[in-house]
């Protein structure tokens, strides 16, 4: 006997009510005690309100018993701060939202959507990785989806939310998007878990130090970490207001027009800079005042802090910024924070985002720790990165610019559309100090400790005020100009109007080889 309409409906609603909670009321319960929010209500956080559309609501595997509707994940898109974009969240009350054949569907789907739509994907990941039971055709799924990982890749931006613990493959794939953000003592990443390590190697550690939220985020692997979940999608709907919705596209501007005249906020940096070389200060206070409304959406604030990465605004147009941090090693660069840099100028160059580096290093760190790290190559990556940028780069030197770091922190010679230089800089290959202690070896020689003192504090003299200047960069047009500081806001916001219609034609290649 043939169903009815009513009861073609009423079935219809049941089975869209059992696909809520594909794993019934005790998987509910036990999520509740735990106080983990369901995928659904995680993407709630991310979207507008009422903006989501679930799409494969009632997939399921044939014959499936054990996984439900869903098989794992919810899916869809909405929009965030009124733009189109697309996301998935994992179920982990779901076989501990591994990956199954309609899992992987389903997000593979997503993801060609997102690439041919033009929209960012979210990942909400909360898994044990592929599912056991499955066998070959998780690991496959697994496969595709890295797949569509690439299609996608620099086309819109990803970004991974990492919640609960996800091991194996449910880390991969977001160590392949451009972001991740975690939660404090809530997000754990690890290749396997303690449990397996032990059961292989018979090492025993646990899992807050083999991949807690705060050292993943010491080692570069994730980028934000925020205090609870509402706090990280609050972030990623923010860091999305930096981006384009596609690398076709130019990044929103945002409240364009802000104080087209120096204001008294311009005018403290002209008594910022210390008098001593050596003294420190917080980049982010000039940060702070140079670019829109003193906001700075930073990334990777716990790896290399001696470098500083983020996002800020000219005249409502997104930049990025990559600075030297002095209160950290004294802004010297090592190999984390060439691959912090590295990583981040490319994101920036696939996005059309324009780069401003704020410059204030005494160069590379040596050594044979350093060495031994890769220093070498990882710096040779953090250079290439820059000179593959065809986005507008523009560079202010405020003190210190030696050596290898002058070139790879945006000297003109590597392609710098526009570099400035604040009175206070000094661009040379070595400070004084180093200089002098090369240079006046010969002449400091046989003659006493007095008289040998004296030869060298003359030559460093002499060498700060002739040689380590701007103003000798500026004769040689490697300096486009010497700035006063307070003038810096207005400045940026002139070179980028100039640089706005940029283009750079290559000649045609398979790829470029970055060093690796």
């Known amino acids: 006997m043939s169903q009815t309409t009513a009861e073609k409906l009423a079935d219809l609603r049941e089975k869209l009510e059992a696909s809520k909670e594909p794993a019934g009321e005790k998987a509910l319960a036990k999520r509740a005690a735990k106080g983990i929010l369901s995928p659904r209500e995680r993407l709630n956080l991310l979207f507008d309100p009422g ?28 929009r965030v701060n009124g733009r189109p974009v697309a996301a998935f969240s994992h179920d982990q009350s779901v076989m501990g939202g591994t990956v199954g054949e309609m899992f992987g569907r389903k997000v593979a789907a997503l993801m060609e959507w997102s690439g041919k739509m ?16 499955d066998a070959i055709v998780s690991l496959a799924w697994y496969a595709e989806m890295g797949e569509r990982g ?11 939310v990492i919640l609960g613990k996800c091991a194996g493959g449910a880390v991969y794939g977001p160590a392949n998007t451009d972001i991740l953000v975690g939660v404090e003592d809530q997000s754990y990443m690890f290749v396997t878990g303690p449990d397996v390590i032990k059961a292989t190697t018979g090492e025993e550690i646990s899992a807050e130090d083999l991949g807690s939220a705060h050292n993943q985020a010491r080692w570069g692997n994730i980028h934000h970490i925020a205090p609870d979940e509402k706090a990280a999608f609050d972030w990623v709907r923010e860091y999305l207001d930096y981006m384009p919705s596609t690398a076709h596209e130019k990044p929103p501007v945002v409240n364009p027009g802000l104080e087209p005249e120096i204001t008294d906020t311009d005018l403290s940096l002209d008594t910022f800079m210390p008098d001593s070389d050596n003294a420190g200060y917080d980049m982010r206070d000039v940060i702070s005042k140079v670019f829109d409304d003193g906001a700075f959406l930073e990334i990777a604030e716990l790896f290399a802090p001696n470098l500083l990465t983020g996002f800020a605004r000219v005249d409502g147009n997104s930049v990025g910024i990559v600075a030297n941090q002095p209160n950290v090693m004294a802004g010297t660069l090592d190999t984390d924070a060439s691959e912090k840099a590295t990583r981040f100028v490319r994101i920036c160059n696939a996005f059309n985002i324009p780069l401003i580096f704020l410059v204030d290093t005494p160069g590379i760190l040596p050594g044979a720790v350093e060495e031994a790290k890769g220093t070498i ?6 250079l290439y990165a820059y000179t593959e940028a065809t986005v507008p780069k523009v560079t202010v030197v405020l003190r210190k610019a030696y050596g290898g770091a002058y070139a790879v922190m945006g000297c003109k010679q590597l392609g710098a559309d526009l570099n400035f230089a604040w ?26 400790p007095a008289a040998a003192d004296k030869i060298r504090r003359d030559f460093i003299n002499f060498y700060n005020e ?33 640089l706005r219609d940029k283009r750079i034609e290559d000649v045609p290649r398979r790829h470029y080889l970055m060093p690796v």
Do not use: C, W
Not at 51 to 65: H, W
């Open 150 to 160: 690439r299609l996608v890749s620099g086309l819109v931006p990803q970004v991974s």
């Open 51 to 78: 903006t989501f559309v679930e799409i494969g609501a009632l997939a399921k595997m044939p014959g499936a018993t054990d996984t439900g509707y869903g098989d794992g994940v919810v899916t869809g898109h909405g």
């Open 118 to 133: 033009g929209a960012p994907l979210v990942g909400i990941n909360d898994s044990a990785g592929a599912r056991i039971q």
């Open 466 to 498: 002739n040689m380590a200047t701007p103003y000798l960069a500026a004769e040689r047009g490697y300096i486009d100009a010497v700035i006063e500081p307070s003038t810096t806001r207005l400045e940026l916001r002139k070179a980028l109007a100039q």
């Open 423 to 448: 009175p206070s800089a000094k661009i040379a290959v070595m400070g004084a100090d180093s200089a002098a202690a090369v240079l006046t070896r010969k002449q400091t020689e046989g003659v006493g």
């Open 377 to 382: 190559r990882r710096s040779g990556k953090f």
